[in-house]
């Protein structure tokens, strides 16, 4: 580990350095919480390379560390040790001042329940991110949201708001948002938990239209259909990635080297 540490210094001077990084990388990543009951391990050792359009699954029962996994990769919440990297950010050094604008052109969140800003047209909530971050000029921003909204089928919706349309229409419209500074990276939790069958398959094949356009997004999800679709699964069970699939290859049988691994100083269970 203390090889790569000083990659990733070097690699912070400059391109010069020649030092390739994948698009995520967590390493040896812990994350412990306290409570009265005790201290809690939701990660335990933790590591995973995810490289630039891969469609990843994350997938293990409640209480797993499968969303603390993924909200590592968006700062959400901060590892205990280890390091995460995304983007060749060191997401784990950023201050919290820093951390919500990094956020908002690195990746895109797309959440269960939507969390479309009510008194917000649609158009208006998928400008959000570009007013935010101010990632394009103004006068095009109008434009750019429209565009997202054509994408996943609802420039009809854009001027209405979100409490006067369905449920699997908020949920394009926030994966509008979700892409509105173009981030390389989507990161969704139970992104078709609260969609019915039918609209849950239309939001999991707008997830593959994205994927094939080049974009990488990691999913936690107990959507089988959804798990079936993606390239890679990784499974969560007590903090740690105990196993993982890729789709078409039995678990048992692949020979080639799998990036993400179980990190092997876990702490036992």
């Given amino acids: 580990m203390a090889g790569s540490k000083r990659e990733r210094k070097r690699e912070g001077k400059g391109a010069s350095s020649g030092v390739e990084r ?53 700062g959400i919440d901060r590892p205990t040790t280890g390091e995460v990297w995304v983007a060749g950010t060191g997401v784990h050094q950023l201050r919290e001042g820093k951390l919500a604008a990094w956020r908002g052109k690195a990746l895109g969140i797309v959440f269960q329940f939507f969390q479309l800003l009510p008194t917000l047209t649609v158009i208006e909530n998928v400008m959000l991110p570009m007013d935010f971050c101010k990632t394009y000029p103004t006068r095009e921003r109008a434009a750019r949201a429209m565009a997202l909204l054509e994408t996943v089928d609802l420039a009809d919706q854009a001027h209405k708001l979100p409490s006067a349309i369905s449920g699997g229409q908020q949920q394009r419209a926030a994966i509008a948002r979700s892409l509105a500074n173009d981030p390389p990276i989507l990161r969704a939790d139970e992104p078709t938990g609260n969609l019915d069958s039918r ?38 069970a007590d903090g740690q990635i105990v196993e993982q699939r890729r789709r078409g290859v039995p678990t048992t049988a692949d020979p080639s080297p799998v990036p993400a691994a179980v990190g092997a100083d876990a702490a036992p269970a």
């Fill in 22 to 74: 994948a698009l995520i990388e967590l390493h040896g990543v812990t994350k412990t919480f306290e409570s009265e009951a005790g201290v809690f391990h939701a990660l335990r050792g933790v590591d995973l390379v995810v490289e630039p359009g891969e469609f990843v699954a994350v997938i293990g029962k409640s209480g797993s560390g499968k969303s603390t996994l993924i909200n590592m990769i968006a």
């Fill in 199 to 236: 609209t849950a398959e239309d939001v999991e094949r707008l997830f593959d239209d994205l994927v094939a356009g080049g974009k990488t997004i990691l999913v936690v999800t107990h959507d089988e259909d959804l798990a079936a679709r993606v390239a890679r699964t990784l499974v969560i």
